[in-house]
């Protein structure tokens, strides 16, 4: 079965840092990219940024330029996405996603998503 | 940076009724958009590429079009589990795909 799965809700002080990881299953990793998506309480979708399975290479927002490192690594199946210099407004929930060519490139499988408070 | 904006942005329904999203994009993206349906507390689920595309187990009172700058998606005959919030996504600027704000569909 194709899925990804999240690390579990994290709690964190301001201006700490939080790893959040996606384990994948079901599928060829180094094939797909990952993606990953922030989503604030009561808001909608943010694209933060990118890595290609295979390579490696990686692209992020500009709004997340030089706080967010997203890696992977393929002997454990996994991506991982850090966020550092945590302030209140990154309290949400942040999902991974893969984008596949057969559709477009659209997001079509998504981890569960995992929720990050950050309170002091 | 491709800016997608949604409307409306809330919309009250019945069930049975038809539905009608529109997704505007700031500049020309073919049709190189997707759209997903996301429910409280739950991930978003794919339901459209390529503007019009449905993915396998999606049911076909979905469905999608438009190209260029316009594209809409389209509920024939809603049913009590479409009841959810729904959102586009641009998929013209690899890999920087950006989301529109989102349009709620809730219970008239």
């Known amino acids: 079965q194709v899925q990804l799965v999240q690390s579990g809700a994290e709690v964190k002080k301001p201006g700490a840092s939080v790893k959040v990881s996606c384990k994948a299953s079901g599928y060829t990793l180094t094939n797909y990219a990952f993606h990953w998506v922030r989503q604030a309480p009561g808001q909608g979708l943010e694209w933060m940024g990118w890595?290609?399975?295979?390579?490696?290479?990686?692209k992020y927002s500009q709004k997340f330029q030089g706080r967010v490192t997203i890696t992977r690594d393929t002997s454990a199946r996994t991506a991982y996405m850090e966020l550092s210099s945590l302030r209140s407004e990154d309290t949400a929930v942040f999902y991974c996603a893969r984008d596949s060519h057969s559709t477009g490139m659209a997001f079509d499988i998504w981890g569960q998503g995992t929720m990050v408070t950050v309170s002091s | 940076d491709i800016q997608l904006t949604q409307s409306p942005s809330f919309l009250s329904a019945s069930v049975g009724d038809r539905v009608t999203i529109t997704c505007r994009a700031s500049q020309a993206i073919s049709n190189y958009l997707a759209w997903y349906q996301q429910k409280p507390g739950k991930a978003p689920k794919f339901l459209i590429y390529?503007?019009?595309t449905l993915q396998s187990g999606v049911p076909s009172r979905f469905s999608g079009s438009g190209s260029g700058t316009e594209f809409t998606l389209t509920i024939s005959s809603l049913q009590p589990e479409d009841f959810a919030t729904y959102y586009c996504q641009q998929l013209n600027s690899y890999p920087m795909f950006t989301f529109g704000g989102g349009t709620k569909v809730e219970i008239k």
């Open positions: 390529d503007a019009s």
């Open positions: 890595i290609d399975g295979g390579n490696g290479n990686t």
